[in-house]
């Protein structure tokens, strides 16, 4: 179900490109939020099996509220990471909100990208 979710953001995003209503720039920043996003998880699954630093929370909710929520998704799946800490869900789909909403925002052409 989260692979799913994550496609259909990304397929947003293209109808948003495709429609001139995103510069290619937001398509990468996606793209480029949402591998990071991957890495970190992967990054902090290790850390945790291994007893080291940890990645913060906040942080990875911050990499998701600017565009790589779709990446987290993938990575809670994958490494079976974050996806059943109901705290920290509460707060992620929170991001995800905010940012659907901010991009919504912009798709509407009530706001100015840049």
């Not at 990468?28 to 996003?37: D, N, Q, T, V």
Request: proline letters at 3%.
């Amino acid at each position: 179900m989260r692979y799913v979710v994550a496609v259909l953001s990304f397929a947003t995003l293209g109808v948003g490109w495709w429609t001139s209503k995103l510069p290619t720039a937001v398509i990468g920043l996606y793209a480029f939020m949402s591998l990071m996003a991957i890495a970190m998880y992967a990054r902090d699954k290790s850390a945790a099996r291994d007893r080291t630093r940890r990645t913060p929370e906040n942080t990875l909710h911050l990499v998701a509220v600017f565009g790589g929520w779709p990446g987290a998704l993938v990575a809670q799946d994958l490494f079976r990471h974050k996806s059943s800490k109901a705290s920290f869900q509460v707060v992620f789909w929170l991001t995800v909100v905010v940012n659907c909403g901010a991009l919504t925002w912009i798709l509407k052409g009530n706001g100015h990208l840049l």
